[in-house]
Nanobody, 118 residues
């Protein structure tokens, strides 16, 4: 089982990006997931948390600008990022938990760089 993250890049302030994180390799489901980010010199922080109950919680700084979602059929989670700001610049990571071939997994994607220019 592996997670493949994609969608990062360079964007001007006010722009948008959509990150994707696809689970593959016998995956039955993504039960819960999270999007994290780590800016240079800072600790990794949880940006959006998709719970097993389907609730989505956001860190205060991205509320109203970022939208996390999950496609069960594609075993993929997304992070739509709008109204991007320079302080959103970071490496973004996805974490997914679920079942593959009947066994539980808890995996991290490889990280994708988002750079927002002013």
């Amino acid at each position: 089982v592996q997670l493949q993250a994609s969608g990062g890049g360079l964007v001007q302030a006010g722009g948008s990006l959509r990150l994707s994180c696809a689970a593959s390799g016998g995956v039955d489901s993504i039960t819960a997931a999270g999007w994290y980010r780590q800016a240079p010199g800072k600790q990794r922080e949880l940006v959006a948390d998709i719970t097993s109950g389907g609730n989505i919680n956001y860190v205060e700084s991205v509320k109203g600008r970022f939208t996390a979602s999950r496609n069960h059929g594609l075993n993929t989670v997304y992070l739509q990022m709008d109204s991007l700001r320079p302080d959103d610049t970071a490496v973004y990571y996805c974490n997914a938990r679920g079942f593959a071939n009947g066994e539980y997994y808890d995996l991290w994607g490889q990280g994708t760089l988002v750079t927002v220019s002013s």
